[in-house]
């Protein structure tokens, strides 16, 4: 499978995370809509209101099956607006989608919402996870931990942060000063809450020191995942504003990781968000783009390519366009 192909192209869905479950690949987007909100830089014109989930059991020739509306800001007791990125976790028979989701005082909180099967629907819970903000939760599991990555700037309201403290005057820090990171924390015993602090997930260049702001070539935007292969963590994101979908190895799912390289040059569309999985001994990069919305961001489409490993454990670069 060398060349990615279209998904749903019957409908605009987005940021797709994908899993296996009960012996299929369940696919979790974002539901891009045409809200005639103006384009600009807090992307208020991404203003998705409902999650569908998909599945498909042949990747390469198979058909997808949606199996419909999920989750919706209505149903969410503290929703505000903008239901973007989720992801989906199984533990114990019940599966656990987290959500980002703007609440009242238009801050960007993370959610939980918990379902009997993989297809939904899911019950959300009455309150954010507590200590959460930002966008784009990715749930990791390893001997029984599970591991929830997030954060993005601009929209995604990283930069109001430090420390886990909102500031009073937000900022990005200077080029020169070590780039904005990604967050990770261990989730409580029961997925609905953070059992520690967050932490920074710190991405470090081939000297062993933390990417500068200003190097924007490789530093961290937005879109955490994260995947094993051959006994090492891979950490992958997207670079945001340079528009490449980058990774970064470590030796344990908190980093640090070291940059190696990008997996995807720029698509058509702002920016990239993917999942990575495994699947019948084969791995696929689930993503997105534009094209068929005739290049309009906010109304994209979910695609999946194979990813292929070169033989020292570094991946080999996909071309977007």
Not at 236 to 246: A, E, P, Q, R, V
Request: hydrophobic content about 30%.
């Amino acid at each position: 499978m060398n060349k990615a192909k279209y998904l749903f192209p019957q409908d605009f869905m987005a940021d797709p995370s994908a899993h296996v479950f009960n012996g299929k690949i369940y696919i979790y987007p974002s539901h891009d809509w045409d809200s005639g909100i103006e384009e600009n830089d807090n992307g208020d014109h991404f203003d998705m209101c409902d999650y569908h989930a998909f599945s498909i059991e042949d990747v390469e020739n198979g058909e997808v099956t949606d199996h419909g509306v999920i989750l919706s800001v209505e149903t969410i007791p503290w929703s505000g607006r903008q239901l973007w990125d989720s992801d989906v976790a199984r533990k114990d028979g019940k599966y656990y989608l987290y959500f980002s989701l703007k609440d009242k005082n238009d801050i960007f909180r993370l959610g939980v919402a918990v379902s009997d099967t993989p297809e939904g629907p899911f019950i959300a819970r009455e309150h954010p996870i507590k200590g959460s903000y930002s966008i784009d939760p990715c749930v990791f599991e390893e001997n029984g931990e599970y591991y929830l990555y997030f954060g993005g700037i601009w929209g995604g309201q990283l930069q109001r942060y430090r420390n886990n403290k909102a500031l009073e005057n937000p900022h990005l820090p200077p080029d020169g000063e070590p780039a904005l990171c990604a967050k990770v924390a261990r989730l409580s015993a029961d997925m609905c809450e953070f059992a520690e602090e967050p932490r920074d997930v710190v991405i470090l260049d081939e000297n062993g020191k933390p990417l500068l702001q200003g190097d924007t070539k490789r530093r961290f935007f937005e879109a955490s995942w994260m995947h094993k292969y051959n006994g090492k963590y891979y950490f992958t994101y997207s670079t945001g504003d340079t528009h490449l979908l980058c990774y970064a190895i470590g030796d344990n799912p908190c980093g640090p990781f070291t940059y190696k390289g990008v997996i995807l040059t720029p698509v058509v569309g702002w920016t990239t968000h993917h999942s990575i999985v495994e699947y019948r001994g084969k791995w696929y990069l689930f993503h997105h783009d534009s094209v068929p919305s005739g290049g309009r961001t906010w109304l994209r489409s979910m695609k999946v390519v194979e990813l292929e490993y070169n033989p020292d454990g570094t991946i080999k670069t996909i071309e977007g366009k």
